[in-house]
């Protein structure tokens, strides 16, 4: 198989791509059309006659991916600065990931699995790839979480169309042209552009199986999208992670923790701490902690020295989280710090504990995906526990305790994909993740996440004579 090209990367239309610490255009992106999407689904068609011989070869290519983006770190990372705003050090720790994702997806080992072997019957269950495969990406973590599919898509035997997020598509093409010269021709692609692409890639009679991270809304429409051809889908959605402390905690030990649970990439992580569960007693010397952190945190420009924070990522988001906290506030809840948009150029935003907050309110029952976080009080533990669970969604969660063992029999009890002790967005490459309820369907990451990209093959033969 020949070296790919960039032919991934032409188009004849162009989108302005802008820069959230401004707000100003900064680039034009490719604007897909028709007949490149389908030009591309057809290169990965072809490709995958090929690429699914040879696993030995895949996991050579995996790791000739891993190098070249481990090489490229420095030209990549402002890039995404440039369009996601997060700051130049959290880039270049989102990448080291992506690498860490190819590595371990190269040396996972799925052999066949033998279930069954006696004098009667051999029977052996083989898995398969599923040919050209869609992967729709998020602009929160438009790298890493490519990657998360990418990764074990090729593993696996299959070819890979990439649609990023229109609002951070540069990192991503060239992400591409990063692994162009390591990656046969047509194995991975990528087509940048506006709505409807992610539509007409979902529905694209060429794609086998579609994986998905964004918004429950835009999820129910790619499944529907996938369900006229029952193409596969894994669909990583929205979030609403509750975090409850325990009556045993220390504040000290764990506010800050969960402060940065929350607020960490601006709070534009699916799984971040979005509503917290305080008992009574340590509601006070927890907000004190979560307000002395938030004044510790310096929001800016993603390349500016010492930031911490940079802006939400986009107009529309920066538009409803404001208008989120300002809704909460007029129903009587009170900023013990934040609470306002930056009154700056660009989509900066506060980092904001909210006190005096109730479970009905928007800005507790939907998910923020900003620098927000309600603090809910609670006096009995049972009624926490039944408020974190009182949610259409179910991605991560946590509980924070002195008592490991008493955080287990809580973490047990919660309606979740992922339950963490004593922590929060701890994720790797061999743990699973995926979401309950609204929260999703599949599974990404580890030898589950690898399956989601193979269907059973079972071999029954006839049994050896003992």
């Not at 401004?22 to 090929?50: K, M």
């Not at 194995?187 to 060429?206: E, F, I, Q």
């Not at 307000?291 to 988001?317: H, K, M, S, T």
């Not at 790797?428 to 589950?448: H, I, M, R």
Request: net charge negative; glycine share 8%; aromatic share 6%.
């Amino acid at each position: 198989m020949a070296p790919s090209t960039p032919e991934n990367l032409a188009s004849t239309r162009t989108f302005e791509v802008v820069n959230p610490a401004n707000g100003l255009p900064f680039a034009d992106a490719p604007d897909c059309t028709d007949e490149e999407l389908d030009a591309a689904v057809a290169r990965a068609a072809r490709a995958f006659t090929s690429w699914r011989v040879d696993d030995d070869a895949r996991r050579q290519y995996l790791r000739a991916a891993a190098s070249a983006l481990r090489a490229s770190t420095e030209d990549l990372a402002p890039i995404i600065t440039r369009e996601q705003g997060k700051t130049v050090g959290d880039s270049r720790l989102e990448i080291q990931s992506a690498i860490e994702w190819f590595e371990h997806f190269a040396e996972i080992d799925d052999p066949v699995l033998v279930i069954h072997d006696d004098a009667i019957a051999r029977v052996e269950v083989h898995r398969r790839p599923l040919g050209p495969v869609a992967a729709i990406t998020p602009w929160n973590f438009p790298i890493a979480l490519a990657i998360w599919k990418i990764a074990p898509a090729l593993r696996a035997g299959n070819t890979v169309v990439l649609k990023p997020s229109p609002y951070t598509p540069l990192s991503s093409l060239k992400l591409v042209e990063i692994l162009a010269p390591v990656l046969p021709e047509g194995v991975l692609n990528v087509v940048t552009g506006r709505d409807p692409l992610g539509a007409k890639l979902a529905s694209h009679p060429g794609i086998r199986k579609i994986s998905f991270t964004g918004s429950t809304a835009t999820g129910k429409r790619v499944a529907a999208a996938a369900a006229d051809d029952l193409k596969r889908v894994t669909l990583e959605l929205g979030g609403n992670d509750p975090a409850i402390v325990l009556d045993d905690a220390d504040p000290q030990a764990v506010a800050t923790g969960i402060f940065w649970s929350a607020m960490a990439n601006s709070g534009q992580i699916c799984m971040a701490v979005k509503r917290l569960y305080v008992p009574r007693s340590l509601a006070g010397p927890i907000v004190d902690v979560l307000a002395a952190n938030a004044q510790f945190a310096r929001v800016g420009d993603g390349f500016e020295e010492g930031v911490n924070l940079g802006p939400i990522n986009n107009a529309p988001q920066f538009e409803r989280v404001t208008r989120l906290v300002q809704d909460a506030l007029d129903g009587g809840a009170r900023a013990v710090t934040g609470g306002l948009p930056e009154s700056r150029a660009g989509y900066f935003f506060e980092p904001t504990v909210l006190v005096d907050v109730r479970d009905d309110m928007p800005v507790v029952a939907e998910e923020q995906f900003g620098p927000v976080l309600p603090v809910l009080v609670y006096d009995d533990l049972d009624e926490a526990v039944a408020r974190a669970n009182d949610s259409k969604y179910g991605l991560g969660s946590s509980v924070w305790t002195s008592d490991p063992a008493r955080g287990a029999a809580v973490a047990a009890r919660i309606e979740a994909g992922t339950t963490w002790i004593n922590g929060h967005l701890q994720v790797a490459p061999y743990q699973p993740f995926g979401g309950v309820k609204w929260s999703g369907l599949g599974t990404e990451n580890g030898l589950d996440g690898l399956h989601e990209f193979s269907n059973i093959h079972v071999i029954r033969a006839p049994g050896s004579a003992r």
